[in-house]
């Protein structure tokens, strides 16, 4: 594991883009998993620069994305789908037929999360995984839990991740009661993974990830028995950590 300060947002999402624009120089048909949210915004402005000043080559990198919202379509401004074509999609090369994510609008949960496990596994696996980190230590939507789940499954959000979520929405009553999501192991089986997180609202979660015991009650605790994990943060986040002896 390896931890890096960020001086601010900038900073942070500057870091986040040269570590990802690396793993596409080195191998540019690289696999990457991708996250929303709004952490990784500027992180997605500053990858959108490098190809806009011709640094970044998308054409043959292949995306997955990490969750959706079970009853949006990829049109509905708040679906994941639109939000990658708002912030990455639309502004790159990468090509349209090998960008993924779970479809919202699935008739049958069960057999899209089949699908969607198929889709990670025939692209080779994933690269490098990018990761926000939740309040409760969520990554994607695998939520505080009794075990971790595995592969691809549909979830019931908490009441504290879609009050969370709920200021994208118009109210409360908007956000979705369910998403799909990568599961734990289909994350950890990722060959790098990259968290980002900004802010004292995420402190004790990061401490109890990395510093706490590895349990379901702190999804992204996990993350500790992974052999490449950079965790790229700012001060406030980082506060709780900076106060265990020898973290950074």
Do not use: W
Request: glycine share 8%; hydrophobic share 40%; net charge negative.
């Amino acid at each position: 594991m390896k931890i890096y300060e960020a001086k601010d947002y900038q900073d942070l999402s500057r870091k986040a883009a040269n570590i990802i624009s690396a793993q596409v120089i080195l191998k540019p048909n690289a696999v990457l998993g991708l996250a929303t949210g709004s952490t990784p915004i500027g992180t997605y402005k500053q990858l959108v620069e490098l190809y806009e000043k011709g640094d970044l080559d998308f054409s043959s990198v292949t995306t997955v994305n990490l969750d959706e919202y079970q009853g949006l379509s990829s049109g509905h401004d708040q679906s994941y789908r639109y939000f990658m074509e708002d912030n990455l999609f639309k502004h790159v090369n990468i090509p349209g037929e090998r960008s993924f994510l779970p479809d919202g609008l699935a008739a049958d949960g069960a057999a899209e999360c089949r699908r969607y496990n198929t889709v990670i596994e025939t692209t080779g696996g994933v690269d490098l995984q990018l990761l926000g980190i939740g309040g409760n230590g969520h990554i994607g939507f695998n939520e505080p839990d009794e075990d971790f789940k595995k592969e691809t499954h549909l979830v019931t959000l908490t009441k504290e991740t879609r009050l969370a979520n709920a200021r994208f929405f118009s109210s409360l009553e908007e956000v979705p009661t369910h998403a799909f999501t990568m599961g734990i192991g289909t994350i950890m089986a990722a060959r790098k993974i990259l968290l980002l997180a900004n802010g004292e609202g995420k402190a004790q979660a990061l401490y109890d990830s990395f510093f706490g015991p590895i349990t379901p009650r702190v999804p992204a605790s996990i993350l500790q028995l992974h052999s490449d994990v950079i965790i790229i943060a700012d001060k406030p986040a980082l506060q709780l950590i900076h106060q265990h002896k020898g973290a950074l």
